[in-house]
């Protein structure tokens, strides 16, 4: 089929041709972890989501976050920083150090209608199937996807579940490449519009769905947007047509492609990492886990969802499910209810149903 760039360069990587590379992970060095500690305990009694990366001394390790930004945008799109040591520090500390490094990346954006900056990945009870909940509300493996809306990701893992809980990176570019090579007509159907279910997030005048496309090739890069579950969830909705075989089965083969050893990195994700994630050119998976009984030792991620203010323009269908911010022109999180303001709780929120 005609017409069907390929993409290659830095971001289009497989995943055993960096499992034996250590330049996608920073270690942070003693003094590092001390420069951290002393910017966030001068910012100790500020209410986090009122500061700004002007408001944080970094010093030395403002050259290393800039490369960590860089290798986001125009590398290989995601990074891993290594060596905080949480297990020694109360959570305030560990809250205001991650969003001291997350202020050198981007800016953040709501990711729930809560007002949530900062999200708790951590089972309170939740149910991946809920058409209200979510499924980092649970123990549920989570399947390859995107977080549509949101830029970059981060997830700073503060403890690790008893089994499991595996992560998983894919870069999107390989997979597109795969599907132009072998099956161009669902490279051609992927890459035009699907609904989404907005599963609730929903403010006045707005659908219950929104709709994008899997995924959206460019000259300069291609961008994805893969979420199967709120694809098929949004097939409840009767006002909306139902999928054609084509694109089922264009969204069976991602899943697939995701899954082959040949494209994948498994990520060993320990307490005091943090995983940064370009999120328009990586899919992300969760492996299902068994967690401890005692709910202390819990797994438990900080998440922050982020946009990139001064970034490259991305394409307008990335701007379906929440719309651009005024100041910043970027994708700008979940739209609030009236009277939401924004928050950054450091215990997990209860589940609400």
């Not at 500020?46 to 050259?63: H, K, N, W």
């Not at 891993?80 to 202020?103: F, H, K, M, N, Q």
């Amino acid at each position: 089929m005609e017409g069907l760039q390929t993409y290659d360069g830095p971001g289009a990587w497989r995943g055993p041709d960096l499992v034996a590379r250590t330049d996608w992970r920073h270690t942070f060095t003693p003094d590092e972890v001390e420069t951290l500690a002393a910017a966030a305990d001068a910012v100790a009694e500020r209410e986090i989501v009122s500061l700004q990366a002007a408001d944080f001394d970094l010093g030395d390790l403002d050259p290393v976050l800039a490369k960590v930004r860089d290798d986001l945008a125009e590398g290989r799109g995601f990074v891993l920083l290594r060596g905080l040591p949480v297990e020694d520090w109360p959570i305030a500390r560990t809250a205001r150090v991650y969003w001291a490094i997350c202020s050198r990346v981007g800016q953040p954006i709501a990711q729930n209608q809560y007002g949530n900056l900062l999200g708790h990945v951590t089972d309170v009870g939740g149910d991946s199937s809920h058409p209200r909940q979510r499924a980092y509300q649970s123990s549920d493996g989570l399947p390859f996807h995107s977080d549509i809306g949101a830029e970059t990701v981060g997830l700073l893992c503060l403890q690790t579940a008893r089994a499991g809980g595996e992560s998983h990176l894919v870069s999107a570019a390989p997979l597109w490449n795969e599907l132009v090579a072998t099956r161009p007509e669902l490279a051609k159907a992927l890459s035009e519009p699907f609904h989404l279910d907005r599963r609730g997030e929903t403010v006045e005048g707005q659908d219950p769905w929104f709709t994008i496309p899997v995924f959206m090739p460019t000259a300069a890069q291609l961008f994805a947007a893969y979420n199967p579950r709120f694809v098929r969830s949004a097939q409840r909705f009767p006002e909306l047509p139902r999928l054609t075989d084509l694109q089922e089965e264009g969204l069976d083969a991602v899943m697939t492609l995701a899954n082959d050893p040949r494209f994948k990195l498994a990520m060993d994700f320990q307490p005091g990492d943090i995983q940064l994630i370009n999120n328009h050119r990586l899919l992300h998976s969760r492996g299902a886990f068994e967690d401890w009984p005692d709910p202390v030792r819990r797994r438990h991620l900080l998440r922050i969802w982020m946009c990139a203010p001064g970034g490259k323009p991305i394409p307008e269908p990335l701007y379906s499910r929440f719309g651009a911010d005024e100041e910043t022109g970027r994708p700008k999180g979940i739209n609030l209810p009236p009277g939401v303001p924004l928050s950054a709780p450091l215990e997990p929120p209860a589940l609400r149903t």
